[in-house]
């Protein structure tokens, strides 16, 4: 193209060169013929001038054209594989808005696979009592946080649970449970937790039908320690090992040691539910440690201790049996133990004492729910509400004797009554009332010269837990 219009412009001056000379008039003739054959051929150039240029318009429009396509074609492309590239694993950690997030009634935190979790837990209980007895020692109208928890507990890599929590309800803070526990073919738990022995203990105590549990769980000594524990278990059975020594609070160069086994059955007959149940534990303290002392007070945390055998042993044996039934909303539980004291300081003559105590109680719920029972547990759990409100009655006999074999800690025999009202799962207000009957304790000063009195106790508990 550009050599064409380069031929225009030569051809153009040199007629224009050719027009300015002066010429003669014999060659007019001729000169005016090759002008006219130069027109000619400057109108071909200008034609083929014009094609060239119409011809490269159209070439570069079906460029463009083929351009703007394929571009277009590029863009859609890159979005329909958008979601692809968003959600393809890179292997690296998924961003905190994968996070499961839920509140049951505290928040929880799991991953989205499900094999991390984090739950935010605690509990707040406040009493009053009013305590008064026979010989008047006691004369209590007094307020406490029973309890007052915080705590984590959850999973991770989905086999491994874990849980820690600390109450603040007393002048230090105490750590309760802590522990890990895994959850192969036998849950192995390691940390500090509770001794696997007697149904009252084991059950939460955000779940008992009486605000306090039954007097030998106490007296004998059932808590917490730091050991190892295996336990197996189906649908309706389990049985638990564990090997402890000592607490988070004890400090001596020998923690002693202690082994503790529980065995659960759970059948189903009709429409009933039914536990059996029996544990063991052999208790030996280490040589620096103080030895063992038995005591108990009435159905009121408040309330001093009226039945007391003072410091006596260095090791024990603990023997318990257990039963429990719900027929709907109607429920029976019972539990009886004995205790084997070994006499760190016998006098001449003296044998080791046996102590004992046990329970048999009956509850009701008016409004028609029933006690939530774990067969694969072997423990009471958190009710299910059939309307906004549930009430629960109830009565107990209890029964703890600390006197055999000279030592005179006690018998103490209490009657109790109750009432519970849940507003919701986990909001509980309950209503204690407790006539206690103390003989043989001898070595309790507070009872007098003849070891008797008469305690009766009323408690008022406000609960709630997450």
Do not use: C
Not at 350 to 365: A, H, K, L, M, R
Request: aromatic share 10%; net charge negative.
């Amino acid at each position: 193209m550009h050599q064409i219009k380069r031929g225009l412009l030569l051809t153009t001056a040199l007629a224009t060169l050719l027009a300015a000379q002066p010429v003669a008039a014999d060659d007019m003739s001729d000169l005016k013929k090759q002008m006219a054959e130069l027109q000619k051929q400057l109108t071909v150039l200008q034609e083929k001038v014009a094609a060239s240029e119409k011809k490269a318009a159209i070439e570069k429009a079906a460029i463009e054209k083929a351009a703007a396509e394929r571009t277009g074609a590029e863009r859609a492309g890159a979005e329909q594989m958008a979601p692809v590239m968003v959600t393809k694993p890179t292997g690296r950690a998924k961003p905190s808005s994968d996070l499961k997030v839920k509140w049951e009634p505290a928040p929880s935190i799991s991953s989205p696979d499900g094999n991390f979790e984090m739950n935010l837990r605690g509990r707040v209980i406040v009493d009053t009592a009013f305590v008064n007895d026979s010989d008047n020692n006691d004369n209590i109208k007094a307020t406490e946080f029973r309890a007052a928890r915080i705590g984590i507990e959850g999973k991770a890599w989905n086999d491994i649970k874990y849980k820690f929590e600390a109450d603040f309800s007393g002048n230090d803070v105490a750590v309760t449970d802590a522990y890990l526990q895994w959850q192969g073919p036998a849950k192995i738990t390691i940390g500090q937790f509770k001794t696997p022995n007697s149904l009252e203990e084991q059950t939460s105590g955000r779940y008992t039908t009486f605000m306090e549990r039954a007097s030998f769980t106490d007296a004998f000594g059932l808590a917490r320690q730091i050991g190892i524990s295996a336990a197996l278990g189906g649908d309706n059975y389990t049985v638990t090992v564990g090997v402890f020594r000592g607490d988070n609070d004890t400090v001596a160069e020998d923690e002693g040691l202690t082994f503790a086994a529980r065995a659960t059955y759970s059948p189903v007959f009709g429409s009933a539910q039914w536990h059996f149940g029996a544990s063991f534990r052999s208790r030996n303290l280490g040589d620096d440690q103080s030895d063992i002392r038995y005591r108990q007070r009435p159905h009121a945390h408040l309330a001093n201790r009226f039945i007391n055998t003072g410091t006596i042993a260095d090791k024990d044996t603990f023997y318990g049996v257990e039963a429990a039934s719900i027929f709907g909303p109607l429920s029976f539980q019972a539990e009886w133990a004995i205790t084997k004291a070994d006499l760190s300081n016998p006098s001449v003559g003296q044998n080791d004492p046996t102590f004992s105590g046990g329970y048999i109680e009956v509850s009701y719920f008016i409004t028609g729910e029933k006690r939530a029972y774990s067969p694969a547990k072997g423990t009471f759990g958190r009710i299910k509400l059939n309307s906004a409100n549930a009430v629960q009655v109830a009565a107990k006999f209890d029964r703890i004797d600390l006197t055999d074999e000279g030592v005179f800690g006690g018998e103490q025999d209490t009657f109790i009554l109750g009432a519970s009202l849940w507003v919701n799962r986990y909001t509980r207000f309950s209503a204690n009332y407790s006539y206690s009957r103390i003989s043989e304790a001898f070595a309790v000063i507070e009872n007098g010269a003849d070891g008797a009195n008469k305690v009766n106790t009323f408690g008022l508990r406000a609960q709630v837990d997450w």
